[in-house]
């Protein structure tokens, strides 16, 4: 009888909890509304793949920072929202930085992703993945995707960066989107 009442108890949660796709994209190209410097796009992928030697520099950004800002609304009520990023990087050499940052307009900006190299290396195929609890109500969010690499004499650096997809989904028992969402989302493009 325990049994079946938990289950029970499970079942009803379930059916009474919401989830909204807040943003997705598998980036085979720039995403609407977006920035780019210097990032390339496949069937299935935006990519980063350079190095510098001697005293060299490469930098790159996408972003949805631009002018004007793209920002993505968090539907009210959303209890935690989930931000997964598929990607496989490689940096090596003197100097290198990659980075993901999340802008918001309700908290302070975050990287959700940091990583240096200093004549040394790091490579990941993990995926970022983040969540963030109960973000304020008319909380709008963006991102930027930021790789540098420089090189001193004698010496390379080498960024090899692939990022698959992005997908923000928000959790929450009651989801509401703000009145004219949809139209101020339509007009800013």
Request: hydrophobic residues 40%; aromatic residues 20%.
């Amino acid at each position: 009888m325990k049994i079946a009442t938990l289950t029970a108890i499970i079942v009803f949660a379930f059916c009474f909890a919401e989830t909204a796709i807040v943003f997705e994209t598998t980036f085979n190209e720039l995403p609407a509304g977006w920035f780019n410097s210097e990032w390339l796009f496949s069937s299935s992928y935006a990519y980063i793949c350079e190095s510098v030697f001697e005293t060299g520099t490469f930098e790159a950004d996408m972003y949805t920072n631009g002018q004007p800002p793209i920002y993505y609304f968090v539907p009210d009520g959303t209890d935690s929202l989930v931000i997964h990023i598929g990607h496989d990087i490689a940096m090596y050499g003197t100097n290198g930085n990659a980075f993901v940052r999340l802008y918001s307009t309700s908290f302070d900006s975050v990287n959700i992703f940091n990583e240096w190299v200093h004549y040394d290396s790091y490579y990941s195929s993990d995926p970022i993945h983040h969540v963030i609890v109960d973000p304020p109500p008319d909380t709008w969010i963006g991102f930027r995707f930021h790789g540098y690499i420089s090189a001193t004499y004698p010496s390379g650096s080498t960024i090899n960066w692939w990022v698959y997809n992005l997908t923000v989904t928000a959790h929450g028992d009651e989801l509401a989107l703000e009145p004219g969402t949809w139209a101020s989302i339509k007009n800013s493009f």
